[in-house]
C-alpha cells in the first residue's frame, strides 16, 4: 500500500473557461507515470512528445524532465523522466508547467495542492474532479482550438463541416465526467 498520495490541479492555461483536472498519484510517482497519469486524465492521445519545467525563481535555471533527445533544442538539459520520482523536486503550494505537443504548445499548469492519507480500498491514481473537455488532438493550440468551437457551434461557419468530421461529429465542450477516467 502506498504511504502517501499526491494531489495535483492540472489546469490547461489560458482555456476559457478552465479546462482542468484533479488527480491524485502515489508518493513514488515519477515524471513520467505524471505524464502518463495527466495524458489519460486530460484525454490526450500521447502521440506527441512532451516535458515538464519547474522554475523555482526567476534567477534560477529551469529543472527539464522528459524524454531527452539527442536533437535536444533546448539549452538546459532534459533530465530522463522516469529517473526522477515529482516528490523530490517539488513541495506542496508550487506550479510546475507541463506541455505537451511542441507543434500546438498544450501548456498546462500543473499544481501540487496537498500529501494526503490514502483511503482504503481506493487504487490509485484516481482523477477526482475536472472541468469541460481535452480539446482534440492537433487542432492547433489554444487558438486553433478557439477557431474549432466557433466552428461547430455555427452551421454557417465555413469550417463546420470539416471541425465535425475531426471529431466524427461528437464534441461537446462543456462535457467532462471524472468516473470515465480509468487507469490501467
Known sequence: MTSQILQFKISLKHSKPPIWRRVQIPSDSTFEDLHLIIQIAMGWCDEHLHD???QKDKNSEPLIFGV?????????????????????????KQKMIYTYDFGDNWEHEILFEKI??????QLYPVCTAGKRACPP????????YEHFLE???D???????????WVHDEFD???FDPKEVVFE
Not at 79 to 88: A, H, L, P, S
Not at 155 to 163: F, G, K, L, S, Y
Open 137 to 144: 488532438e492537433d487542432i492547433g493550440g489554444i487558438w486553433g
Open 68 to 92: 531527452p533527445s539527442e536533437d535536444d533544442f533546448g539549452t538546459v538539459e532534459t533530465k530522463t523522466e522516469w529517473d526522477y520520482q515529482v516528490i523530490d523536486f517539488l513541495a506542496p
Open 155 to 165: 452551421p454557417a461557419h465555413e469550417a463546420h463541416e470539416e471541425m465535425l468530421e
Open 116 to 121: 494526503i492519507d490514502p483511503k482504503p480500498n
Open 151 to 153: 466552428a461547430i457551434k
Open 173 to 175: 465542450p462543456e462535457a
Open 52 to 54: 515538464f519545467c519547474i
